[in-house]
């Protein structure tokens, strides 16, 4: 199988779709351009300067109201341009009761 049936399918959006970028603690929020996004990344041109924010992990808001949002970390800066990739949220604990899958099976 080749590399490219494997790589995740991206939108591209040829005049961009305004999103937002917000820091996690919500203490500042630039507007983007979202040029490009796919299950795992995005790609945002950024209107004004990046500098001096954090971007180890921020949000990408999708609506105006915040109710469509991805948690993100930065990968590149290209100028006014920044690839992003999607954090997945962490695995919840197991109930304490719980029997795992290998207890039921006795493997």
Known sequence: MSDDAK???RVT???GYGVCIMGIDGTWRRD???NAISDNDAILTV????QGLNLKEF???L???GLAYRRCELVRVNGAEIDVSFLKGKNKKKR???MSAEALTGA
């Open 96 to 98: 304490a009761g719980a």
């Open 63 to 65: 609506s105006s109201t």
């Open 7 to 9: 790589a995740p399918e």
């Open 32 to 34: 983007c351009m979202l």
């Open 59 to 61: 949000f990408l808001l």
């Open 13 to 15: 959006f040829s005049r």
């Open 47 to 50: 209107e004004g300067s990046i």
